[in-house]
């Protein structure tokens, strides 16, 4: 079983729609969580961090459900420019000097005329 | 600031040739990442360092190596490329817990 699991999509959606991302994670000892964003062949990069209480940056929220081990990502008003795979993270592992990230596969989301 | 960089770009290889990838990071980070990506496998940790004079396995070190030659500076070496080890390397850096900036990234393909 994977630890960190995303459908991998493609979610084609049309400018100006919502769409939602899921992720499960299976370390239940989890400590923090983030979206990741990375475009074609280009580095990820951190999009949003997660937080029990949910927050919000402009288009984009994001929620952790810890009971359930999930995280979402909502995007509003779709724009081409957040054509994109959309990384899951889950920090499972502090060990006092270094976190140790463990990443979904991706997302992917096309967003069209 | 340049933020993480990585050299080479691109690399092709022969099986049993040995490279080292190498990266830079200017923003006085502590922790330092190699990972590679594979299709449908996500990032996976190869190595890491939480600071200068350490380094920690990951999980996929088999058949690397990797130095911290000093707090700016995080290598990782091939000693004997396989075709397995075709992939694209990124390197990362942190100075706290979380957020992690990454390197353009090197694609090595071996053949």
């Known amino acids: 079983r994977k630890e960190v699991e995303q459908d991998p999509g493609p979610f084609n959606v049309p400018e100006g729609a919502t769409v939602a991302f899921n992720c499960t994670y299976s370390n239940s000892a989890s400590q923090s969580f983030f979206w990741y964003r990375q475009d074609c062949r280009k580095e990820p990069k951190l999009l949003m961090s997660v937080y029990s209480s949910g927050n919000e940056d402009g288009r984009f929220t994001a929620q952790l459900n810890r009971a359930s081990q999930y995280i979402s990502l909502l995007i509003r008003d779709s724009k081409l420019s957040d054509s994109a795979t959309y990384l899951c993270?889950?920090?499972?592992?502090?060990?006092?000097?270094?976190?140790?990230?463990?990443f979904g596969t991706g997302t992917r989301l096309q967003v069209t005329l | 600031n340049a933020g993480v960089t990585q050299t080479p770009k691109f690399q092709v290889l022969k099986t049993g040739q040995s490279m080292t990838l190498q990266c830079a990071q200017d923003m006085n980070h502590n922790s330092m990442y190699w990972y590679r990506q594979d299709p449908g496998m996500g990032l996976r940790l190869i190595y890491y360092?939480?600071?200068?004079?350490?380094?920690d396995k990951g999980e996929v070190p088999n058949g690397y190596n990797v130095s911290r030659l000093n707090k700016r500076e995080f290598s990782l070496r091939l000693e004997s490329a396989a075709p397995s080890q075709t992939s694209v390397y990124f390197c990362?850096?942190?100075?706290?817990?979380?957020?992690?900036?990454f390197g353009p990234g090197t694609r090595l393909t071996v053949l």
């Open positions: 990362a850096s942190t100075w706290d817990e979380d957020t992690q900036y």
């Open positions: 993270v889950v920090n499972e592992e502090w060990t006092g000097t270094a976190s140790k990230l463990t």
């Open positions: 360092s939480a600071s200068e004079g350490t380094t």
